[in-house]
């Protein structure tokens, strides 16, 4: 177990299906044991339900959690960040750790929200994270630490891949791979389509669909080779391959991919 969270106190406000990812990622990866993890949540049945697959504690609300948390997740809907932290702020200590993966929610309004300088940290996740292939990616404001980055990295790292960055930059995160993996789905969903229109039975050309498009991205991470150069080793001269690049070329994927990118990135600094 992680040294730095073997006897702390994990306090998860909200219940939802990114909590439900994280704490069985954290218990999953042996960082926390099911007694160290509080959740509280206005919904009796989203707690209950939590509580019966982890094990973990149930707080009968967010001042009991805070009391007791020496790491607070705020795992809510932005807006209800703001109205969270004005409930909890006279119960925040210095020695307190907060950690908001509320989408596009600036780290000054929860600053604000809580009238301190606490320890913060901002995590942009996205779904994938269900099933322990997230990628996210965090900063950290106000009074936080190298440790507490250090830790929000563990935590994140339990449920996929997660990279620092600096929070000017969470938009484009947001628009990248917080939106992404709906463009995938689509993308997804059009070369099932495709293989349906060629006469393969819809089920099988989802999954060979869905199984190619897994397969590919694991050899961009594993082979650390560009796209372009596994790309390559693909399409032969004159073969079927070159054939499809050319008909998606003509077709402007790459521009609309990187036009739907900028559109999400856009409207995620619009909604902060």
Do not use: W
């Not at 809510?76 to 932290?85: A, D, E, L, N, T």
């Not at 301190?116 to 106000?142: D, I, S």
């Amino acid at each position: 177990m992680s040294a730095s969270l073997a006897e702390k106190t994990l306090g998860f406000i909200g219940a939802g299906k990114m909590a439900t990812a994280l704490v069985k990622g954290i218990l999953k990866a042996g960082l926390a044991r099911p007694e160290q993890i509080m959740v509280s949540d206005v919904v009796p049945e989203a707690l209950q339900r939590l509580v019966t697959e982890t094990g973990v504690r149930a707080a009968s609300n967010n001042a009991e959690l805070v009391r007791q948390a020496d790491v607070v997740i705020f795992a809510v809907y932005p807006h209800i960040v703001p109205r969270v932290c004005e409930e909890i702020r006279e119960l925040v200590t210095a020695g307190q750790l907060f950690i908001s993966i509320a989408a596009g929610l600036r780290t000054e309004k929860i600053l604000a929200a809580l009238g301190k300088e606490v320890r913060l940290v901002r995590v942009m996740p996205n779904t994938p994270a269900l099933v322990g292939a997230g990628a996210a990616a965090y900063c950290t404001a106000g009074a936080a630490t190298e440790e507490d980055a250090e830790l929000a990295g563990q935590l994140l790292g339990a449920v996929g891949r997660a990279v620092r960055v600096e929070e000017h930059l969470m938009d484009a995160v947001t628009g990248l791979s917080g939106s992404g993996p709906a463009y995938v789905f689509q993308f997804i969903e059009a070369l099932a389509d495709g293989g349906v229109r060629m006469g393969l039975p819809r089920a099988l050309a989802l999954e060979l669909a869905a199984q190619t498009v897994l397969g590919a991205a694991r050899m961009v991470l594993e082979t650390a080779l560009h796209p372009a150069q596994l790309k390559d080793q693909v399409a032969s001269p004159g073969g079927t391959t070159i054939a499809g690049l050319h008909e998606l070329e003509r077709g402007a994927l790459r521009g609309t991919v990187m036009n739907a990118v900028e559109a999400a990135t856009k409207r995620a600094a619009e909604l902060a």
